[in-house]
């Protein structure tokens, strides 16, 4: 049986009335009570109904925002560029962000995070979710607040997407390589399954294609992104293949990629060209410095942010896609 306001009062050990000022911002309660509220309510996983969240005399004027980064992964930095445009766009506005890293990528934490954050009737929701199809958003959600996607565009639910191009940014990559004369050019991706790899492999191989290069698996290796794996992956490749150029789809994959690549001794550009994904300051100062798909993070967050502002002003039912466009940083190792 689904918990209402006097399961959520006995479990906190407070009053009903209380429960409800909580709830709808009506009148002054302590932090202590909020405290003992909010925990009753995500243990019980009570969520205020829609009707109920429509007598709040105010907005909670919170938003939350979901990142998956694990404590090796250097994705973090984006994704906090991503969560400083979307603060600054926000704080002009009024509202506050509350922000919650999924560290260990499973999809019962993502769930867990989220129901924290309802029992904090936060008026709308970020989230690059773990997951390719987030149907359970209907249950968890529902038509509460509106949801908007960072960086992914899962299926299963309706909501905005704001994305970088990255079809375009690899496309660009491998463009610019063939134009270099190369045509034996490897692939180093993260697994394939969320929108960033899928989209960075298909534009590695519509550029190969549209130049008339046939696509050769056998050059090509997928790995989940971390250093380690990014070495072994690139130690792998370069042993086992005959490649003039490389392309590497994701920045910490980068990292273990050029682990090997110095260990071995191996001349840039001159034996290999290389062309990484993602602007880190690590990738001028290498030797010699890499080229890059730069993603514009912090545009990214601030574009959500408004998109955000206009559903909760405006609620609709139709999502739209936005794809904002990355550039090509040319160094010297390509």
Known sequence: MRSGIKQVAEQAGVSIASVSHVINNTRYVSDEV???????????DYRPNSAARSLRSQKSNTIGLIVPVLPSDTSNFFFMMVAQGIQYTLKQ?????LLSNNTTEQIEDEKEQIKLFNSKLIDGLFIASIAEDVGYLNDIVGSNYPVVFIDRNPTGYIGDCVLADGIGGAYEAVKTLILKGHRRIGLLTGELGITTSNERYDGYKKALADHDIPF?????????????SGYESAKALLDEQKITALFIANNVLTMGAMKYIQERRIKIPAELAIIGFDDYDWTQITCPPLSVIRQPSYEIGVKAAEI??????KPSTKSE?????????LRDSC
């Open 34 to 44: 909020k405290r003992k509220v909010y925990e009753a309510m995500e243990e019980l």
């Open 93 to 97: 506005h009024g509202y506050h962000l």
């Open 216 to 228: 050769d698996s056998s050059i090509v290796r997928m790995a989940e992104s971390n250093v380690e």
């Open 308 to 313: 955000m502002l206009e559903r909760i002003e």
């Open 321 to 329: 896609e936005y794809r904002l466009p990355t550039s090509l940083i």
